[in-house]
């Protein structure tokens, strides 16, 4: 008595041939995923820099900051809130403890009511989901506004098209960047 007998039907018997094949090629497929898997653990972990793109680092009042765009892509859907772009910040060495807290919005803000989206994370990398009008004009700007301890507001700004240019390439497929 055989412990495997071969299946009678000719389906049976590929199958019966072929699953370790199959099997060995579903371990292989993740692999293929390793490199994003990867690139994306480099950026978490700061080895690859505040971001995939770095912006020229600008004075901020007594502070001097780099922005960075967190992926060089168009902005994502966020379901009600629309779409959005992740940036990330990181202050001079010792400007940190000066600085209460930084603001990220596409356009200059009124007030510091509407400041935009808030940076948080650790003093030497901070993150900022801002959302992005789908009717931004092409020479919209990111407006960066840093709120000292001592109660002083600061502003600095980036072009959108040198702040994003997969955003503004974004914008004109949509018919908006005019």
């Not at 071969?6 to 094949?21: D, E």
């Not at 009008?133 to 040198?162: F, K, M, N, Y």
Request: glycine share 12%.
């Amino acid at each position: 008595m055989s412990r495997n007998p071969q299946p009678a039907s000719r389906a049976g018997r590929l199958w019966f041939r072929w699953r370790f094949h199959l099997s060995a090629l579903l371990i292989l497929i993740p692999l293929g995923y390793l490199p994003q898997y990867f690139h994306t653990l480099g950026l978490m972990s700061g080895d690859k820099g505040l971001g995939e793109r770095e912006l020229t680092e600008k004075q901020v009042g007594p502070w001097t900051v780099r922005l960075a765009e967190w992926q060089a892509r168009e902005p994502i859907r966020d379901g009600e809130a629309g779409y959005i772009k992740t940036f990330t910040l990181a202050p001079c060495a010792g400007c940190g403890a000066g600085i209460k807290a930084a603001y990220l919005r596409v356009g200059k803000p009124r007030n510091l009511r509407t400041a935009g989206g808030l940076f948080s994370g650790t003093p030497y990398r901070q993150m900022a989901n801002i959302p992005i009008p789908e009717r931004s004009r092409a020479d919209a700007a990111i407006w960066l506004t840093v709120e000292g301890w001592d109660g002083a507001v600061h502003q600095t700004s980036w072009p959108l098209a040198e702040a994003s240019p997969a955003t503004m390439a974004w914008l004109k497929k949509q018919g908006a960047g005019q």
